[in-house]
Each structure stands twice: as structure tokens, then as C-alpha cells.
């Protein structure tokens, strides 16, 4: 079954755990920009999706948002990504996999990767050309392989789930651009600047 703009119901999993290192072992989906926390911005992002799923810690999340853990806690993106599929129900074709920490992401990105996933997976490109592995949308039946030839998810770099996959790239029109991430306090206070120019 497709939505009224052209694609198909999905699920949302979103990724809120990690260390925060380089902001000095903070929550980083926890802090605020605006008023609302990364994360919030993030499930705003994603309120049409059938299911809105965040993996990491425990935490006080919307009603009907659905929250797990990747196993062992700490294992790395790809365990925190099979941990949220576990939870989404069979017959959605497409599930959208965030990072917990983007400030910028509309519901129109989200549209956008969803309306170019259409016949293989899709991943917005930053301005140095890198795919944003956690600002994508992934076929259902694909990602699950993947996942499964990955085996023993644990410590396994993000990139391997992308190895030879078919992904449309998507270069963002907007400005601040959808995938940027606050990974540094740099990144942090550049973003708040845009939310406060002047």
C-alpha cells in the first residue's frame, strides 16, 4: 500500500545510543537546540512512519514511540540497526535509520529519501561526497539480508552494511542540510548559530 505521496508506509529506527566521546561522554540525542532535544527533532521528522522505534538507553520517550536495546549495550550501529528491526512488523517495504543527533531533519527529507527508494535503498551524500549511513532508507528485504551476512554484529563498522549495496544517492537543496550531525561542540554550536543567525 502506498501513501498519498507516492511512498509506501515504512517504519522509523532510530539510533540514540553510542558514547557522545567527542562531547565528552554526553547524551547527545538529549541535548537541545531550540528548545528540543536532538532526538524530539528527530521523531518530528518521522511522525507519519507506522512505527517509530528508538534503540538505546532507556529513556522518557512520545506515547507509541517503541524503544530497545542493541545487545550486548555498546555493540556498535549495526547491532543498535538489527535491534530495531527485531521490532518492526512484517509487511512494511521500507524502514528509514537515523542517527539520533540530526538537528535539521524535516519531514520533507524523510519524503524525499523515501520517494527515491523506491526500487533500491537511498542515503543523502554530505557536500564531501560521503554517504550518510544514518540518514537513509533502506528496502526492508535487502537490509535484513545484509544483516544477515554481516553475522555476529558486534564492533562491525556501518560501512560493511553497505558494501556493494545498490543505494541512491541524494544531495541535498536545503540549507542547513538534513544529515549534517552534531558529533563535536563545534557541530553543536555551528548548528545553534543557524537556528540564531545574527
Known amino acids: 500500500m502506498a501513501a498519498e505521496d507516492g511512498a509506501e508506509r515504512y517504519a522509523a529506527v532510530v ?3 553510542g558514547g557522545g566521546r567527542r562531547l565528552g561522554g554526553v547524551d547527545k540525542p538529549a541535548l ?6 536532538l532526538l524530539t527533532r528527530v521523531l518530528d521528522a518521522v511522525a507519519d512512519a507506522e512505527v517509530r522505534i528508538v534503540v538505546g538507553p532507556p529513556r522518557e520517550l512520545p506515547p507509541g514511540v517503541l524503544s530497545t536495546r542493541e545487545q550486548p549495550p555498546g555493540a556498535g550501529p549495526i547491532a543498535g540497526i ?13 524502514i528509514a535509520l537515523f542517527a539520533g543527533d ?9 519524503r524525499e529519501l523515501r520517494v527515491a527508494a523506491a526500487e533500491v535503498s537511498a542515503a543523502y551524500v554530505d557536500d564531501q561526497g560521503r554517504r550518510q549511513y544514518l540518514c537513509a532508507v533502506w528496502r526492508t528485504g535487502p537490509l535484513r539480508e545484509r544483516l544477515h551476512a ?4 558486534e564492533g562491525v563498522p556501518l560501512r560493511r552494511l553497505y558494501d556493494d549495496a545498490l543505494v541512491t544517492e541524494v544531495h541535498s537543496r536545503v540549507d542547513p542540510p ?3 550531525d ?3 561542540q563545534a557541530d553543536l554550536d555551528r548548528a545553534r548559530r543557524w537556528l540564531q543567525p545574527g
Open 150 to 153: 554481516v553475522g555476529d554484529p
Open 15 to 17: 539510533l540514540a545510543g
Open 178 to 180: 538534513p544529515w549534517y
Open 102 to 110: 540530526l538537528p535539521f531533519l524535516t519531514a520533507e527529507a524523510v
Open 82 to 94: 538489527a535491534a530495531g528491526l527485531a521490532l518492526v512488523p512484517v509487511g512494511l517495504e521500507h
Open 182 to 184: 552534531c558529533d563535536t
Open 32 to 37: 537541545t537546540l531550540g528548545g528540543r532535544s
